[in-house]
């Protein structure tokens, strides 16, 4: 009991010091967990023992690592990053793996200890290169974009290298049989559970979430997590792809994003546990003695994945800059090298002298990156100088075209809606300047007489060149949050006084754009909405100056009258629709804690928004604060699907 308090208070206490310095040094918090690790280990300060029941409890942080991974896990996302996925993904991850079961049998050492090793320095941290592509607002940039297929693919490999790990130490027809049957049991496993366990699955948890109990919904959780890992150990698989496949199913329900949080806070405590544990089995000694080989090791594999990510993605069709750009965020270990090279220390496929190098190599590249990272930007731009003298000529020339223009509108994207907007500008005969980034368009569009030049409205150089200190308005014509967000950011610094109108999908950013400083947001989901209500209505007779009237209220009300919905079955599968808010009836009981209570005694301010109530029949009403609620009353709800179900919880039962 004192060694396990001892382990649990060094844990804490590393969680929370760890945390603070690397917020305060902009660092992965996965850092510090294996620095103290290694300080507080049996080679260092020995505070903490290296015990087998140690190194179990931490095996759990690789279970709900796993598991998280499966949530994110989309068939639709990987078949939209396909080329990066199998394309560069794969050959990155399968040459690299290659060149290690071919290196290392000609320095003396297993075939098989090479392919752990070379699928090891394959892998890449997911936690750095997506912290920092979010921090450098990057991930919709075509290096961001080749970043992060590339890491899927690794996370898919991963799955496939524990499976393949704890059979390698065998020789011969043993391990040709021992590979045969995990690959069975593994398709196997995988044909039942994704197969067959969906609808049970979706089913289960709708009857869990029903009883409204969050303890209930948790231990439900921590019950399929752990409940499928555990069927997967017990059929000779490992427990992470248990877990792996626990995420994928649950990722299909609509409660995935309820577990993602909920899952969260033991994901990251027992994930600290396990990189300790990885930190507690680094020899300082070792490392001193030999710390040539630390530096090689270090250098070698980063030079040598760099240039293979620049070769792979050059020869997959980026341009030199987003190559170099996306080798950079590319050359250091990850996370998943030391859980491969735990498992295979643990199988005795290497020995513990090469296992302290790699390790030390690992930390340190891993402690580099952000390093890396951010003084690769300038070694870009100098080893491609025709780069940006290319983006200087084009800067030139949108210049020249704005040169003489006055109080004009710059249209940022000419897709469809940027055409049929500069088409009504002419008819209007108001100027306009519109930025794209696709050359054929820019050029067919050009040769038509249209005023549009080859320019990333994204870039701060290109909306000035564009005239934007002299611009009337810009328009944002492409449904891209992101990317708008930025223009917006840039118009902010320069020009705060300039309207700026934006177009997007539906009503789920609209707050956020109208924060950051768009003068308009147009969703034309609900702009279609209105205009097939205008049609109807004037169909049935209503009176031209009513429907108009209506139109306009509509859209000064932000379009209040149109957000949420009610979802549907058919609407479960859509998991981005999930998130949003929607439409949710609550009748009212004669035990109904609502009944009885006015809206103002409910405290539902802030939670949701009860958009009507139905009485008796009746049209549906407004409540006001005073509203006092009856038996029998259908409450309509707007709100998320979590915050839906607070709410419900309070009208029910209190």
Known sequence: MPQTLQLILVLLAASVVVVVVC?????????????????????????????????????????????????????????????????????????????????????????????????????????????????????????????????????????????????????????????????????????????????????????????????????????????????????????????????????????????????????????????????MSLDFSVVAHRWPQVLLLLVGPVLAKLVLVVVLARGFGAPLPTALRTGFYLAQAGEFALVMLTLSLQGTLIGRDLAQVVLAAMVLSMLLAPLLIEFGEPIVRRLTANDWLSRAAQLTQIAARTMARQDHVIICGFGRSGQNLARLLEREEIPYVALDADPQRVREAAADGSSVVYGDASRREALTAAGLAKARAVAITFAATPIALRILHHVQQSRPDLPVIVRTVDDSDIDKLMAAGATEVVPEVLEGSLMLATHSLLVLGV????????????????????????????????????????????????????????????????????????????????????????????????????????????????
């Open 543 to 654: 009176p031209l100056n009513r429907v108009l009237k209506r139109i306009r209220t509509i859209r000064e009300e932000r379009y209040s009258l149109f957000r949420g919905f009610f979802h549907g079955a058919t609407d479960a599968a859509d998991a981005a629709e999930n998130l949003q808010p929607r439409l949710h009836t609550v009748v009212l009981s004669e035990r109904a804690f609502a009944a009885g209570r006015t809206l103002r005694e409910l405290d539902l301010a802030g939670l949701v928004e009860i958009t009507g109530v139905r009485r008796r029949g009746a049209r549906s009403a407004q409540p006001d604060l005073d509203w006092c609620f009856e038996a029998g009353d259908a409450v309509v709800l707007l709100g998320r699907p979590e915050d839906l179900a607070v709410a419900e919880g309070r009208l029910l039962g209190g």
């Open 23 to 279: 917020r305060l040094v902009r660092l992965p918090p996965i850092l510090g967990y294996l620095i103290v690790g290694a300080a507080v280990g049996p080679h260092a300060l020995a505070a903490v023992p290296d015990t087998a029941s140690t190194r179990h409890l931490a095996e759990f942080g690789i279970v709900f690592l796993m598991f998280s991974i499966g949530l994110e896990f989309s068939l639709a996302q990987v078949r939209a990053m396909r080329r990066a996925v199998f394309g560069l993904g794969l050959a990155q991850v399968g040459i690299t793996t290659a060149a290690g079961a071919l290196a290392l049998p000609l320095l003396g050492f297993s075939w098989q200890a090479g392919l752990v090793l070379g699928g090891a320095l394959a892998m890449s941290s997911t936690a750095i290169v997506s912290k920092m592509l979010a921090e450098r607002t990057e991930l919709g940039t075509p290096h961001g974009r080749d970043a992060m297929g590339i890491l899927l693919f690794q996370d898919l490999a991963v799955v496939a290298f524990l499976i393949v790990i704890p059979s390698l130490n065998r020789t011969g027809a043993e391990l040709a049989t021992a590979l045969a049957l995990a690959a069975v049991k593994a398709l196997i496993v995988l044909m039942l559970i994704l197969g067959l366990g969906q609808k049970p699955m979706r089913a289960w948890f709708q009857l869990v979430a029903r009883q409204r109990s969050s303890e209930l919904f948790m231990l439900n959780l921590l019950l399929v997590t752990l409940g499928l890992a555990w069927l997967t150990e017990i059929a000779g698989l490992s427990l992470a792809l248990g877990a792996f496949l626990a995420g994928m199913l649950i990722a299909e329900t609509e409660f995935r994003y309820q577990v993602e949080e909920d899952i969260k806070p033991f994901r990251d405590v027992l994930l600290g546990l396990f990189f300790v544990t990885v930190g």
